[in-house]
């Protein structure tokens, strides 16, 4: 497979989405640098996302096993998982992406890093609609699924 070819089906598979997502991540994490004058209580608030939303990213890659990927579509081996953390949402590592760059802001006390979490957001709730698309053409059963389970919050979004 040429360089090309490899490129064309990178762009196929989400990769602009794949791309913007690590950017929007990097740039919450150097906006925080410019943060202003933070309280205990927020900057515990702050670690404690960063910390929880790191387990979650754990525990949801290794639900996936095999079938983990950055793309928006599902890999050749991928499973439909509906149990564990993805029994309360659809997109739990993408919840705790938020949650870590939420708890990024906070602690450093950054708005700027806040408005690019925003950014995040709005990037992973069009790219997990991609995929989500994509879950329904291979799993007929994920409609279900997503009637019953919220997408990012348990009980709320």
Known sequence: MTAQS??????QRG???V?????LIGLVFVGAW???RVSRLQKGAGLTLVVLGGAVVVGGGRSLGQGFSVMPEPTDTAQLVTD???ARVRHPIYSSLLAISLGWAL???????LGWTVALAALL???SAREETALLARFPHYAAYRRRTKRFVPGVV
Not at 19 to 23: C, D, L, S, V
């Open 34 to 36: 410019r943060g202003g």
């Open 15 to 17: 990769g602009a989405l």
């Open 125 to 127: 709730h069009f790219k």
């Open 107 to 113: 602690f450093w006390g950054s708005r700027e890093a």
């Open 84 to 86: 564990g953390l993805y």
């Open 6 to 11: 490899r490129f064309r089906r990178f762009r």
């Open 19 to 23: 791309a913007a997502q690590f950017a």
